[in-house]
């Protein structure tokens, strides 16, 4: 009885499980599959060797044989014999059963292993010598087969003896007539067995991601750009070139980490400011992406070799993205509803390849090619088919308005930012021929590069309040709109414009405890209690405002001690605000009386008692 064995699972032309990747789906049908697929070993060669042959027999519970036929009123020749050996040993089957028949006509079976057809009467041959022709075959192949994806035809003349090897896959390189002929024969069908393998591998590596791209641009070099699976194969190559996580831009860092705040010659309410930034700034627990403030020697050079990297990624996957665009364009009609699909998911993916870039921008310090990057990611977007790219858009254009922001106030005290580079607005993509496709939302993200810190300040203010309205307030969001909020009233405090920053800070508070963020909250609450330290320095009558910050900052201590549940409050920052609210306590009993001054240092010294604080 034939045999189900079958190893279509392991056909490099076999199509890839749905689940693999939505492109496949709307492509048309893989050529025909393999029967059986199996892999010979030679000498020292390995070889994925596909087989249609049928007549594959299961004999007992173990053993597989083919059926071969046998007419006895034909002469027999050893290039039959040559025939049965080479079909079982590409088919992996240990056994032959030879029928033998007269006209059709029966006569009897014959059971041969593999190893014993050379010896067969009028089938016999030296096996000795196939070998060594094989073995010829294959290093011939090995030595001018190198390049990897390569497509070459392998031809021999009819009547000669001599081998000739075409590379099918060079365009403009041969001039024979037998080389423009085998293009033609295989251009589509190598393209689509380049295509299906590239689609069956598992980028597990980095070198298996870059034999997945070069079998995808084989596969784009033979279909081209008027053949949907050439187009498919150009986004298949931007996937190879970007990461495989979801693109979300990250939050920018605000100011000095808490060791740099404890190390400074602040006072306790400054480190209680600079410690409640840096947690506010870094509201969404990520990795900081700004510009390193004392780079080690040597890594200027290193950050500029990675920038160019991820340049090249970006801008070429971004190149094949614009392109399939555009052929998704010319084939695509208002009512095929798979080809707007496939429309929006190239605009998705060429908006985020822009974000990617953006962010690899504003991470090395190039502000001004970041806002160039989101004006131009803009018309990949519309919204109104995308909302969520919309989001991370404004998200992402709104961190970058933070770090001029910051750029800005360190330009201020320093001579250490380099205007020119943060303003350069020229980035890898500027010679890419972007499609016009939307313009409804470039000019939201059509600004100048200047370092003005309440004018970057608000226009990330309004973005981040877009972007959570549009993402029905999701907590990333508004984490990010209350930092914005907490930046804004720290500029503001820093200009003496105490009303305003206090209408910020209430504004970052009402948001952080709309996402349930009472640690953000509670930092919240030690900026507000700056305000009212400095305008105690002022004022001549200093009790009520110090007795005004006492009371933020046992706010703040009082959220820390009950925060929610998927929040963990660092010892040292509840320390921190312990030793602000102490130093606070202190100041504000030398304006009391000696009844109220007592009570207000033993509140101060069971608060240090219970948090460690000596």
Same mark, same amino acid.
């Given at each position: ?46 070889? %994925? ?5 049928? !007549? ?41 059963? %030879? ?62 003896? *001599? ?71 150009? &986004?298949?190559?931007?996937?190879? !070139? ?68 991820? &340049? ?33 998911? !190239? ?48 998200? +992402? ?54 370092? &003005? ?8 203010? *309004? ?13 990333? +969001?508004?984490?990010? !709109? ?17 009303? /305003? ?21 509670? %930092? ?5 209690? /700056? ?71 033993? /509140? ?6 219970? %948090?460690?604080?000596?």
């Amino acid at each position: 009885r034939p045999t189900e064995h079958d190893a279509r699972a392991r056909d490099p032309r076999a199509a890839p499980t749905p689940a693999a990747s939505p492109i496949e789906a709307e492509l048309p049908q893989a050529p025909k599959q393999f029967l059986r697929t199996s892999v010979v070993r030679f000498a020292n060669y390995s070889v %994925l060797v596909g087989t249609d042959r049928p !007549l594959v027999f299961q004999l007992d519970s173990e053993a597989r044989a083919t059926l071969q036929l046998c007419d006895i009123t034909r002469a027999p020749s050893p290039l039959t014999g040559i025939d049965y050996y080479l079909d079982n040993l590409f088919a992996s089957v240990p056994e032959m059963v %030879l029928c033998i028949h007269e006209n059709g006509v029966v006569k009897g079976y014959q059971r041969v292993a593999t190893q014993d057809i050379p010896a067969l009467p009028g089938l016999s041959f030296d096996p000795a010598i196939v070998a060594s022709s094989a073995r010829d075959v294959f290093a011939f192949l090995h030595e001018h087969c190198r390049e990897e994806g390569g497509t070459y035809w392998l031809y021999r003349p009819a009547g000669a003896s *001599a081998l000739h090897l075409y590379d099918i896959s060079a365009v403009g390189n041969a001039e024979s007539p037998v080389h423009e002929r085998a293009r033609e024969m295989f251009a589509f069908p190598v393209g689509m067995l380049c295509y299906r393998m590239a689609a069956n591998l598992d980028p597990d590596s980095t070198a298996a991601k870059e034999q997945q791209r070069t079998l995808f641009r084989r596969a784009n070099a033979l279909l081209g750009d008027e053949d949907r699976v050439g187009l498919a194969a150009r &986004e298949r190559i931007a996937d190879t !070139l970007l990461p495989v996580a979801p693109l979300t831009s990250q939050p920018a860092p605000s100011s000095p980490s808490p060791r740099h705040a404890r190390s400074s010659k602040r006072t306790p309410a400054s480190q209680s400011a600079a410690i409640a930034a840096q947690r506010s700034a870094g509201v969404a627990r990520r990795a900081p992406s700004g510009p390193s403030s004392s780079p080690a020697p040597g890594t200027d050079t290193d950050a500029e070799s990675d920038l160019a990297a991820l &340049e090249a990624d970006y801008s070429e996957a971004l190149h094949h993205l614009c392109i399939a665009i555009r052929g998704a364009f010319r084939g695509s009609r208002a009512d095929d509803v798979h080809a707007q699909q496939r429309l929006r998911r !190239l605009r998705r993916k060429a908006a985020r390849c822009c974000l990617a870039l953006a962010a690899a921008y504003r991470s090395h310090g190039r502000i001004g090619a970041a806002l160039r990057v989101h004006e131009l990611a803009a018309r990949f977007v519309v919204e109104r088919d995308d909302a969520e790219v919309a989001c991370e858009l404004r998200e +992402s254009a709104g961190d970058t308005l933070l770090v001029i922001h910051h750029i800005a106030t360190q330009s201020a005290s320093s001579n250490a930012v380099d205007v020119a580079k943060t303003t350069d607005t020229a980035t890898a993509i500027d010679h890419l021929q972007i499609p016009p496709i939307h313009h409804a939302l470039r000019l939201e993200f059509h600004r100048p590069v200047t370092l &003005e810190s309440e004018r970057s300040l608000s226009d990330a203010l *309004a973005l981040y309040a877009r972007a959570a309205a549009a993402s029905n307030s999701s907590r990333s +969001s508004l984490r990010r !709109l209350g930092n914005a909020h907490n930046e804004m009233g720290k500029y503001l405090m820093n200009a003496q414009r105490f009303t /305003k920053a206090r209408q910020a800070f209430d504004s970052a508070m009402r948001v952080f405890q709309q996402c349930g963020d009472s640690i953000n909250e509670a %930092l919240v609450h030690c900026n507000i209690a /700056k305000i009212y330290r400095i305008r105690g320095t002022m004022e001549r009558s200093p009790d009520g405002v110090l007795s005004d910050a006492v009371r933020e900052y046992e706010q703040a201590l009082q959220l820390l001690a009950n925060p929610s549940a998927d929040e963990t409050v660092p010892p040292a920052l509840s320390q921190a605000i312990g030793r602000d609210f102490v130093s606070a306590s202190i100041a504000q009993a030398d304006t009391l009386s000696a009844h109220d001054q007592q009570r207000s240092i033993v /509140k101060a010294e069971e608060t240090a008692n219970r %948090l460690g604080i000596p």
